[in-house]
């Protein structure tokens, strides 16, 4: 009898086995307030729990590459094709096959392989203030090296990946001397020395230490919701300007997603992917965090429609990524700081 009682138990012991490993491990670059409500109705969803580690992104893939085979990550979060393809570079990714991504996804915004995929797009066009910049002056990235713009431009430092990204961007479109030529210039025109983040060249531009900055839409779109009026009010006073709408289209990077190589959870990592590009998600990405859904046919939100409509370039984001280490060099030789 105890052993036909023990046997009886048997399938309730798989069961409870099968409900604790029923989870996954996410390393996030991304800010716990962007990214948790949505991982929340994942997990509701699925059953599924879902553990989430934050942190900076480089520091991240330094803790991956550190645990190696026993890294308890399944997915890695993080801005930027930079980081991603660095995340790639370093062994930290396997390729994911999924239908479901690649009908979803521009091939121009994912891996080849499948190493990793975007989630959501960022611009990172021209703003200016409409007091001091006639936007008839502005037309493209090229032109911001020339005379007009002497000491009326702020941008982040060298330092700054979204910054490699752009150049790295440029170095796919363009003869890499048109482009150092260009880098050149376009530093002589900086109105101070780099420093801050993208809102702060923002602030800058209103509290006139330049009259144009380069920055992400993101950035602008989240000033502009901030329940801190101060912040919503420095926003509204900028206008964005969308260069190379004749040529190449303005410069665009990514936020994206990658399964660890050595997963526990694999079957789980995918299917935390594929929900992330449903229309649900990717419209939640859109109202809440101001990007771009990668996913055709789901509306932006209110306030970047504000911004108007806008032709992206189309180069592929994992060339933008391999050229990463090429840009800094081409930004170091320019005195790019």
Known sequence: MKLKAFLLSLPLLVTSTVALSD?????????EALIKPLLDKFSEEHNIKVNLVTGKADALLTRMQSEGEFSPADIILTTDVGRLERAREMGLTTPVESA?????????????????????IRARPIMYHPERVNPEELSGILELAG??????????SSGNIYNQSMIAAMMVKYDEKVVQDWA???VKNFARKPKGGDRDQIKAVVAGECDIAIANTYYLGGML???NKANADIAKQLKVFWPDQEGEGTHINVSGIAAAKHAPNAKNAKLLMEYMISEESQRWYAETNHEYPVRDGVATSELLQGFGDFKAEQVPMAKVGELNKAAVKLMDKAGWK
Do not use: M
Request: overall charge positive.
């Open 23 to 31: 989870e996954l491990n996410i390393y996030s670059a991304r800010k």
């Open 100 to 120: 479901v991504l690649n009908q979803h996804i521009a091939e121009n915004l994912r891996h080849r392989d499948g190493h990793w995929y975007a989630l959501t």
């Open 147 to 156: 005379n007009t713009w002497k000491n009326r431009i702020c941008i982040r």
């Open 184 to 186: 050149s210039g376009f």
């Open 225 to 227: 919701a901030d329940s």
